[in-house]
């Protein structure tokens, strides 16, 4: 097998990806495996699984991965295939390649280091950049949201998705400041509506800036459908990996596998228990959670916030998609 391990798919990634060596523990590669890489981004978890001897499907909507993508196929002798598009649809595009069944599947939820990097993107504030924020670089962008859309809609989706206390304030300080389309412009007017102060452990534009890009991009629907995806992908024995940043998006992960994995009941909790109406855990009970260690968080800031869960598929079938008890839960 050692041909298998050949130096030109395993160079350096721009950017490590965050809990790789635990990530890699969970899926346990074994060569000849097919597993996926359902947010391909820079390639650092496809070089990886390229490396531990499994063929790799790689998915992004990102335009911008494509060129990578299209380089790290060049080089796999045929191990490795990219497929730009929505992980909520890799299991049609998996059929749709002739893919039946994986072994193995890791998500890496959020926005990617390569993409905060690029000041003309507009996901940061730390650089100036147009007001975009889109990761398939099509359709709404933030620009769009915040000069269009009504004060209380920019509240709301503030408070639910930014988890922001001070969310009416700053819609209100938003219309105020319409038309607004550079990054730096809409991080100022929230440091101004709510006091910034400098030397602060925590930038206040921060819970703007994620619920603005969550809302732009449907982040949690195409979460909540990528792991119903990999539920009827994944072969039995075969390991999900999922590493989130923030509670929203760990919230969903951990009630989708609670559920899923018998930890809670298939029905709604407002109505009587019927065991009949139980389903067959299509999850084995999930690994406890794991979180970056401090050396990985000193060389690495942003994994500070990660959270890794690992599950592995049992032999029942799917569930599908989420029944109205447990997308209320999630």
């Avoid at 994620?210 to 075969?238: C, K, S, W, Y």
Wanted: glycine letters at 10%.
């Amino acid at each position: 097998m050692a041909a298998r391990h050949t130096p030109s798919v395993t160079p350096d990634a721009p950017h490590i990806p965050v809990l790789l060596a635990e990530v890699l523990e969970g899926l346990a590669i074994r060569p000849g495996e097919v597993h996926v890489d359902a947010t391909f981004g820079a390639g650092g978890y496809s070089r990886a699984m390229l490396a531990a001897g499994a063929s790799v499907h790689g998915f992004d909507r990102d335009p911008d991965a494509a060129t990578t993508g299209a380089a790290l196929a060049a080089q796999s002798e045929g191990r490795f295939t990219f497929h730009a598009g929505r992980f909520s649809q890799l299991a049609q595009m998996l059929r749709a390649a002739g893919v039946s069944q994986v072994d193995g599947i890791v998500f890496d939820i959020g926005v990617s280091s390569m993409q905060l990097d690029q000041a003309e993107r507009g996901f940061s504030f730390q650089s100036d950049g147009p007001l975009d924020m889109r990761m398939g670089q099509e359709g709404l962008s933030a620009a769009d949201f915040v000069n269009t859309a009504d004060e209380g809609d920019i509240a709301d989706i503030l408070y639910l998705y930014g988890e922001e206390r001070q969310s009416r304030r700053i819609a209100r300080a938003i219309v105020a400041a319409r038309p607004l389309q550079r990054t730096l412009e809409l991080a100022t007017v929230v440091r101004k509506a709510l006091g910034h102060r400098p030397g602060a452990p925590k930038d206040p534009a921060t819970r703007t800036f994620q619920a603005i890009r969550i809302h732009v991009n449907g982040e949690l629907d195409e979460l909540r459908e990528g792991l119903v995806a990999a539920e009827a992908m994944l072969a039995p024995g075969g390991r999900l990996a999922v590493v989130s940043f923030h509670s929203l998006e760990d919230r969903i992960v951990k009630r989708f596998l609670k559920a899923r994995s018998g930890g809670e009941g298939a029905g709604s909790r407002h109505l009587p228990d019927n065991p009949g109406q139980r389903r067959t855990p299509s999850f084995e009970k999930p690994a406890r959670p794991t979180r970056a260690g401090e050396a990985e968080c000193a060389r690495n800031p942003r994994a500070r916030s990660a959270t890794l869960r690992v599950a592995v598929r049992s032999d029942a079938p799917a569930w599908g998609a989420h029944d109205d008890a447990e997308r209320q839960a999630a």
